[in-house]
């Protein structure tokens, strides 16, 4: 899992209700992701972090905020739960060299809206 | 924008039964192509990076090679435990700030 703890695994709540989901690395590495994961779409970048308070949008933003105020957390929220957000979380973290870093995820957060 | 398509989506094999998974990717200026394992209900696992055209890179039973528009992943002699989804990602140079780019999957298989 090198190293990232995703919270909750699972969680069900309510249509338009806050959610909060968190990512933990021991890793001290600077780049931080959210990605989603739905049948037919794959892997969508929803936010990312390249340092403590550094954060930018991915394709799929909408909807989504995100906090790090320290290096190893990087928080995901929903602002107001939808039908449509429905889905697998992934974190991610890397290191940066000067050619390609892989990602290392995390196991996932599988939140259900009603 | 960073483009990848995987084929096929899914594919049977019976145990040693060799085959190919394709990756034909889009980018502007490869900084790197990934190649991930995932299985059930885990996160994706990382298996190869491959940086320019030419190169290869093997693990297992696994062997990964890379065009300048198309990745592949031979599977030799497949056994069960081969079975999962595998995922083909890109990281493009043209300020793409260390985000991955990821295909959709090929679920692959393995029936004993």
């Known amino acids: 899992d090198a190293g990232i703890t995703q919270s909750p695994r699972h969680k069900v709540t309510e249509t338009g209700t806050p959610v909060t989901l968190r990512c933990h690395q021991t890793?001290?590495?600077?780049?931080m992701y959210w990605y989603r994961q739905d049948p037919g779409h794959g892997l969508r970048l929803i936010h990312y972090?390249?340092?403590?308070?550094?954060?930018d949008k991915g394709e799929v933003s909408d909807g989504y905020s995100v906090s790090r105020s320290k290096t190893e957390d990087f928080l995901l929220t929903l602002e107001s739960a939808t039908s449509s957000q429905t889905s697998v979380y992934f974190c991610?973290?890397?290191?940066?060299?000067?050619?390609?870093?892989?990602?290392?995820f995390g196991n996932g957060t599988r939140l259900t809206v009603t | 924008e960073d483009q990848v398509t995987q084929s096929p989506e899914a594919l049977r094999l019976q145990e040693g039964e060799s085959s190919s998974l394709n990756c034909s990717y889009t980018?502007?200026?490869?900084?790197?192509l990934f190649w991930y394992r995932q299985d059930p209900g885990k996160g994706p696992e990382f298996l190869f990076t491959?940086?320019?055209a030419g190169e290869e890179k093997e693990k297992e039973r696994l062997k990964a090679t890379l065009t300048k528009k198309e990745s592949f992943l031979h599977i030799t002699a497949p056994k069960p435990e081969d079975s999962a989804t595998y995922l083909c990602?890109?990281?493009?140079?043209?300020?793409?700030?260390?985000?991955?780019?990821f295909g959709k999957g090929t679920l692959l298989t393995v029936n004993p």
């Open positions: 991610a973290i890397t290191w940066v060299t000067g050619n390609g870093s892989p990602l290392h």
């Open positions: 890793e001290n590495h600077r780049y």
């Open positions: 972090s390249y340092g403590v308070k550094d954060t």
């Open positions: 980018v502007s200026g490869l900084r790197g």
């Open positions: 491959l940086y320019s």
């Open positions: 990602a890109v990281q493009g140079g043209g300020g793409s700030n260390y985000k991955l780019t």
